[in-house]
């Protein structure tokens, strides 16, 4: 899957001449329960349906999230970018999303707040985007669940000084 994602991003690149980027949402939250057309991967596996756990601190979840993530920008190298990890690829990559639509259809999300900023600062600081100026995205967050809702934005995303971008759908 990879060497596909890899592939994209050169013909992005090439076709582009370099001047449009892209954003990476390495993991859909949609896949921690198997919903909105998205088959239920190894963690809604491993949490067996419980799928908040993903967000929590004490889940072992979370430390096999951010070594997924080192691997994936860190130890990944790229056959169409001269084998470069792609934490380095800020010719072709504007951002990381943390996740695409974490938390999506659930309120409220205190709890889970802390996840993230832990995984904006693992990206910016642990995996080397903020060395290599690739933004961390918070992946779409502003995902009422009325007309006048305002459900899913929590403080943390203004508050973490690890987020570049606050993304919302609408």
């Not at 990879?2 to 896949?31: E, M, N, R, W």
């Not at 993903?54 to 920008?73: D, E, G, P």
Request: hydrophobic residues 40%.
């Amino acid at each position: 899957v990879l060497d596909q994602f890899v592939d994209t991003l050169a013909v992005i690149h090439h076709i582009s001449s370099g001047k449009t980027k892209v954003i990476i949402a390495p993991h859909d939250a949609h896949s921690l329960r198997g919903t909105n057309s998205a088959p239920c991967d190894v963690y809604c596996e491993a949490l067996k349906g419980a799928f908040l756990d993903f967000y929590s601190l004490l889940s072992i979840i979370r430390s096999v999230y951010k070594n997924q993530l080192t691997t994936m920008f860190n130890e990944y190298c790229s056959k169409n970018f001269y084998g470069a990890s792609w934490s380095t690829l800020n010719q072709v990559i504007f951002g990381v999303d943390l996740q695409n639509e974490p938390w999506f259809g659930v309120w409220p999300i205190v709890a889970w707040e802390k996840w993230l900023c832990d995984i904006a600062t693992h990206l910016k600081n642990d995996v080397g985007l903020r060395k290599n100026n690739i933004a961390v995205i918070t992946g779409m967050l502003s995902g009422a669940n009325g007309p006048k809702g305002t459900e899913n934005f929590p403080d943390s995303a203004i508050d973490c000084p690890t987020v570049d971008v606050i993304s919302i759908h609408g």
